[in-house]
């Protein structure tokens, strides 16, 4: 055998909290940050590369596993309450649904999309969004046959080459909502946006603040983009915006660059070339929203990086900060896209990463959160032991955690693995117990020890616990 010679301590990569003005902790990997894009080489000992995870992406430890519970849990319930069912799509999707969907000229899939050709000779992409695929899964299953709207939710990685920064990852995380068919009713984009607000309200990731706009339908929105080209020609844009200018001039406005920002100040406002349908549209969802009290800004420059959406988009962040945490709208064009009837539809997507991040800033203490009441067994000797596999299995009958360390360690060593565990209770089994079928319940917290018949014991644990 030979021998592993890892030199780990001088080139794993430095992790470095960065705090954005007046608001969360980003944890980012500096060394990956350091370098620019290096055809996935990186920096450091490069025997030990391949010990790094592609750049720009992350592993997600166990120790972050209970903030990412609690995350998906209140999730799954606000879905599960108003009737969300939850899709799970494939990770790989042909890139075409993409270029057809999202749009080719977008960020996300004419910059961003990681694609990939099989031996087969298809042309598949890792999934830079969840939208699409949902209603390509809903049409393809002839969904539409179905009662209307069909409501669903999904929670998985999603993929996108971005510049890698802090709350900006390459595969990152997302869980969804989209009420697909029925009508195109101002309900359901309130219903979306109030969901993701209340699940942030509960997860307390601190003051919220969401932003509103309509970019219109197929009637009006032409209008408007030819005022925007009339209003943008000749004036001294970014390189992307004269690209913009040509492909996709609505997106004029989502110019994150300095220059641009005086450009976009007098630009002239979509809200003004509304339709009267889109502007009775708009009007209404704010209703609900004021009927909710849920509190919201007019951005008349939100446009959103995709080409399936109209009327309704919105984006919420927290307050003061330009990373949203949730963005959606309305699309109720992207099922025709893609080649099926007209089907109204809304949705939107939560980033996962950064509201584990900002729960994490917030909150530290979440790191130690307990999730569930916890018992330790601790047993001594081989007789103990052998006991302890199916004394283990009826505490899972009765879904309650018991750890045990199976050791051949002293008592002491393993209370000591029960403390650090975090246990409620050790249960200690030794031969003497064995012999007269007993086992011992001790309360971690007081250091009381009382005897119970090994054959009460589930119950027995169930009774503390109640009490
Ligand atoms: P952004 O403007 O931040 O680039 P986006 O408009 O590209 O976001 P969407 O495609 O609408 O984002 O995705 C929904 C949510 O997913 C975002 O609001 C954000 O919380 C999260 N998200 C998007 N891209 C990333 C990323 N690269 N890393 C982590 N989270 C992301
Ligand atoms: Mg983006």
């Not at 799954?76 to 494939?90: G, S, V, W």
């Not at 990939?116 to 969840?130: N, S």
């Not at 309360?443 to 009381?448: D, F, L, Q, R």
């Amino acid at each position: 055998m030979g021998r592993l010679r890892i030199k780990l301590a001088s080139s794993m990569p430095a992790v470095k909290k960065l705090r954005a003005k007046n608001g969360p902790t980003y944890k980012v990997n500096t060394s990956v940050k350091a370098k620019p894009d290096s055809g996935e080489k990186q920096r450091g000992n490069r025997d030990i590369d391949f010990l790094m995870p592609p750049r720009g992406m992350h592993d997600v430890l166990p120790a972050d596993a209970p903030v990412r519970d609690k995350v998906v849990e209140a999730s799954r319930r606000m879905a599960e309450f108003y009737d969300f069912a939850e899709i799970n799509t494939p990770v790989l999707e042909k890139v075409e649904l993409f270029k057809r969907g999202v749009g080719e000229k977008t960020d996300i899939v004419g910059k961003e999309m990681y694609t990939l050709r099989t031996k087969g000779g298809d042309k598949l992409a890792l999934r830079p969004e969840g939208t699409a695929p949902v209603v390509r899964a809903y049409l393809q299953h002839g969904m539409h046959k179905l009662p209307q709207p069909q409501r669903f939710y999904y929670f998985g990685p999603f993929f996108r080459h971005e510049r890698p920064q802090a709350g900006r990852y390459r595969q990152l995380w997302q869980i969804g909502l989209e009420i697909v068919g029925g009508e195109s009713d101002p309900v359901y984009d309130a219903q979306i946006i109030v969901m993701f607000y209340r699940i942030l309200e509960e997860l307390k990731t601190g003051p919220l603040s969401v932003n509103m706009n309509s970019i219109g339908c197929r009637v009006c929105r032409p209008g408007y983009r030819t005022k925007l080209v009339a209003y943008y020609k000749g004036k001294d844009v970014c390189k992307d915006c004269k690209d913009r200018l040509k492909d996709n001039p609505m997106r004029l406005l989502d110019c994150k660059k300095e220059s641009c920002q005086p450009f976009k100040a007098d630009a002239p406002s979509i809200l003004d070339s509304l339709c009267s349908s889109c502007r009775s549209h708009l009007k209404q969802v704010l209703e609900y929203l004021e009927e909710l009290g849920l509190p919201y800004f007019m951005n008349p420059t939100l446009v959103r990086g995709l080409d399936y959406y109209n009327r309704t988009v919105f984006e919420i962040f927290p307050d003061g900060e330009d990373l949203a945490l949730v963005a959606g709208g309305r699309y109720d064009y992207l099922a025709e896209m893609l080649g099926g009837r007209p089907t109204p539809a809304a949705g939107a997507a939560m980033g996962v990463d950064r509201i584990v991040d900002l729960m994490k800033g917030e909150n530290p203490k979440l790191l130690q959160l307990r999730i569930k009441k916890k018992v330790f067994l601790v047993h001594i000797g081989d007789l103990a032991k052998k006991k302890s596999l199916p004394l283990m299995e009826e505490f899972r009958k009765a879904s309650i955690p018991i750890r045990t360390s199976f050791g051949k360690d002293s008592l002491s060593t393993q209370l000591e693995a029960a403390n650090k565990n975090r246990s409620d209770m050790a249960l200690i089994l030794g031969q003497k117990e064995v012999y007269e079928e007993t086992i011992i319940i001790r309360n971690m917290e007081t250091g009381v020890q009382e005897t119970v018949p090994f054959s009460k014991v589930v119950d027995e644990v169930k009774k503390r616990w109640r009490s």
